[in-house]
T-cell receptor, first 111, second 113 residues
Framework: GEDVEQSLFLSVREGDSSVINCTYT??????LYWYKQEPGAGLQLLTY?????DMKQDQRLTVLLNKKDKHLSLRIADTQTGDSAIYFC???????????FGKGTMLLVSP | NAGVTQTPKFRVLKTGQSMTLLCAQD?????MYWYRQDPGMGLRLIHY???????AKGEVPDGYNVSRLKKQNFLLGLESAAPSQTSVYFC????????????FGPGTRLTVL
């Protein structure tokens, strides 16, 4: 089946930029998502990008999509301690009513 | 999260016991999903439903059954619980947005001894 890969852990200092990476295997992606999960909570949609876009910016968040390399990244500028969470990459493939999730990247922001 | 609730929040079972997890939405969305989350494994889809009276298998359906008798409710059943089913279970609902956002419930933490 389709695979979505993420690195498992990232540690940054407050005020630095964070970059979380994701790769996927199937080129028939339609939408790609970044979800955030805070401790003890469910997932919340952080941002998304349509597959015909290269970049999307939303305040401190920048999403970059390289369809040729099947690579998605999430950049968080001026990272704050409140950004500490698990970030999941998810892909919706054409013809499917389900999402394929990566294993999640735990972001730890230290003061 | 857009009116998705899960009952119960926590449960401890003994091996072989049965239970049902309830997911309820206060909207009128068609698609509902059950996931399990395990350390290092991310989210894996158990079953899903594309409308009232319909269900379909996901990635890890074995040991679980589901029912969608009412549009608002999606039930996940464990007929004979096993320790391997110790997990956090999340329900999600597909919103009617153009970008297919899934809204997640708060989760049910299940321990099987």
């Amino acid at each position: 089946g389709e695979d979505v890969e993420q690195s498992l852990f990232l540690s940054v200092r407050e005020g630095d930029s964070s970059v979380i990476n994701c790769t996927y295997t199937d080129s028939s992606s339609t939408y790609l998502y970044w979800y955030k999960q805070e401790p003890g909570a469910g997932l919340q949609l952080l941002t998304y990008i349509f597959s015909n876009m290269d970049m999307k910016q939303d305040q401190r968040l920048t999403v970059l999509l390289n369809k040729k390399d099947k690579h998605l990244s999430l950049r968080i500028a001026d990272t704050q301690t409140g950004d500490s969470a698990i970030y999941f990459c998810a892909v919706k493939y054409a013809g499917y009513s389900t999402l394929t999730f990566g294993k999640g990247t735990m972001l730890l922001v230290s003061p | 999260n857009a009116g998705v609730t899960q009952t119960p929040k926590f449960r401890v079972l003994k091996t072989g016991q049965s239970m049902t997890l309830l997911c309820a939405q206060d909207m009128n969305h068609e698609y509902m999903y059950w996931y399990r989350q395990d350390p290092g494994m991310g989210l894996r889809l158990i079953h899903y439903s594309v409308g009232e009276g319909t269900t379909a298998k996901g990635e890890v359906p074995d040991g679980y059954n589901v029912s969608r008798l009412k549009k608002q409710n999606f039930l996940l059943g464990l007929e004979s619980a096993a320790p391997s089913q110790t997990s956090v279970y999340f329900c999600a609902v597909l919103a009617d947005s153009s970008y297919n956002e899934q809204f997640f419930g708060p989760g049910t933490r299940l321990t099987v001894l």
